[in-house]
């Protein structure tokens, strides 16, 4: 029976040292050492032994299994080893880049915009984009079946009021929220209202059914076209972070007396007249004025004790002046190959 010990515990070691992974490995134990194995056997027949054998060959056999079991965990250490070694994950390679969104063009042009104005001492406000027929076009000193009113392609809400009127509309321009700032907080005033306005327009690179704007208005006393220009040139230089040249011509525009349309020398050819300025040098930039007297009533203000300015950039067209961008549907197409650019 020490003969068989010896030779079965040369055999399991022999078969160890051939071993490379774990289900080997497991194979083998349960081959050796299992309930049925084959040292498991051998260690339970000591039992039926003599007393005197029972005590040398029961000392030995014990040895062996402790060796062998000892054996068994080493190579199992080193098989594991191994397989951690292969999947090995170099933690201090640099990971994957996770995209990250930006703000739009024109949001960045807007912050832009109200940074400068509120270092300007200009309130930045907003109104509502569904706005009643009285705050769009009458407070704003156009009548009803006033010839003004087709100066915008105005969508009107197909709901009508008590009185049996259509008087909502998906506002035309930011001028409305002047009236609201007027009732809200009074003279003397400095605002700015940025924000979406709509048209029924037939679309092309010019021309979007949403765009945006951004109001400004000054209300204060002796307030003249001086002060309007002085915050104009302002504004450009701190856009275009260069001197801009502008002129000025007259426009009509029912809420403010004089109007005025503010031209500035064409960004692209510096005034040496290209396409993008249809060949005049100028580009229509921001029409603005005095604010009419009727317009100052609609907001409570006293027009023989204030007087003020105000004028409706577009804050689109401005974006696409400064990027160069050359289609307005750009702006709301969500196409990232255009956005991505910004
Ligand atoms: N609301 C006008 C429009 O969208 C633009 C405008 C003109 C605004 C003159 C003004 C202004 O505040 O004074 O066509």
């Known amino acids: 029976m020490e003969i068989q010990l010896n030779k079965l515990k040369e055999k399991i070691l022999s078969d160890l040292e ?46 062996i299994k402790t060796e062998i079991v000892a054996k068994f965990a080493a190579v199992k250490n080193i098989i594991l080893e191994k ?49 009643s027929d009285y705050y769009n076009f009458e407070a704003l000193n156009i009548p009803k079946y006033h010839p003004a009113r087709d100066m915008q392609d105005t969508f009107y809400i197909d709901q009508k009021n008590k009185a049996g009127e259509y008087d909502l509309v998906m506002r035309c321009h930011t001028s409305p929220v002047q009236i609201r700032a007027m009732q809200k907080y009074g003279a003397p005033l400095r605002c700015i209202a940025p924000g979406r306005a709509f048209r029924s327009e037939a679309t092309d690179a010019c ?21 309007l220009i002085a915050i104009i040139k302002e504004l450009l230089n701190g856009i275009f972070k260069k001197e801009i040249e502008i002129r000025i011509r007259p426009g009509y525009f029912p809420f403010v007396e004089p109007g005025i349309e503010l031209d500035i020398k064409c960004t692209i050819c510096n005034g040496k007249k290209c396409p993008a300025c249809k060949n005049s040098g100028w580009l229509e930039l921001l029409p603005a004025g005095l604010v009419h007297p009727n317009v100052l009533k609609a907001g409570g203000i006293d027009s023989k004790k204030y007087s003020g ?13 400064k990027y160069g961008i050359n289609d307005i549907r750009l702006f709301n197409s969500g196409d990232l190959r255009f956005l991505e650019q910004f």
């Open 18 to 63: 051939k071993v490379t992974d774990s289900s080997a490995w497991r194979d083998l134990e349960i081959k050796y050492l299992g309930r049925k194995g084959e040292l498991t056997k051998i260690l339970r027949s000591v039992a039926d032994l003599g007393e005197a054998e029972k005590k040398n060959i029961g000392k030995l056999a014990n040895n």
């Open 83 to 131: 397989s951690v070694n292969q999947s090995f994950i170099d933690a201090t390679l640099p990971g994957q880049e996770i995209d990250r969104g930006h703000l739009h063009p024109i949001t960045q042009v807007q912050n832009e915009l109200e940074d400068l104005f509120t270092s300007m001492g200009f309130m930045v406000i907003g109104g509502p984009e569904l706005e």
């Open 207 to 227: 021309h979007d059914h949403t765009f945006y704007q951004l109001e400004g208005l000054m209300i204060d006393k002796d307030i003249s076209i001086a002060n």
């Open 309 to 321: 300015f105000a004028f409706g950039l577009g804050l689109t067209r401005l974006a696409m002046m």
